[in-house]
Nanobody
């Protein structure tokens, strides 16, 4: 069983930046495709960004393109989400997620492991 622990959330003003981290347990982290989803109050959980096993490919939601960057450090079993130019609509709980496969998936049903989430609040 893979355990995922997010950190780095917080309160930031619009236009600011945050970097989220996700620490993963397990000896085959490099083989897992990983991603970030978020959930705003009263809304469904939505895809934000994903990175393939090994890190060769990335994919972003339209809302994240040009502002967010996903990356991974397989040596340290850690994934990151650098978020720049934050807007109030980015507010929500951000979840680290992974799957037992190298290919990117962008649906919640396609993911196997979830962290408990970290709150990101962007004030206007």
């Amino acid at each position: 069983q893979v355990q995922l622990v997010e950190s780095g959330g917080g309160l930031v003003q619009a236009g600011g930046s945050l970097r989220l981290s996700c620490a993963a347990s397990g000896r085959t982290f490099s083989n897992y495709a990983m991603g970030w989803f978020r959930q705003a109050p009263g809304k469904e959980r939505e895809f934000v960004a994903a990175i393939s096993g090994g890190g060769m490919l990335t994919r972003y939601a339209d809302s994240a393109k040009g502002r967010f960057t996903i990356s991974r450090d397989d040596f340290n079993n850690t994934m990151y989400l650098q978020m720049n130019s934050l807007i109030p609509e980015d507010t929500g709980v951000y979840y680290c997620t992974g799957r037992s496969g190298r290919l990117i998936v962008t649906t919640t049903g396609g993911m196997d492991f979830w962290g408990k989430g970290t709150q990101v609040t962007v004030s206007s």
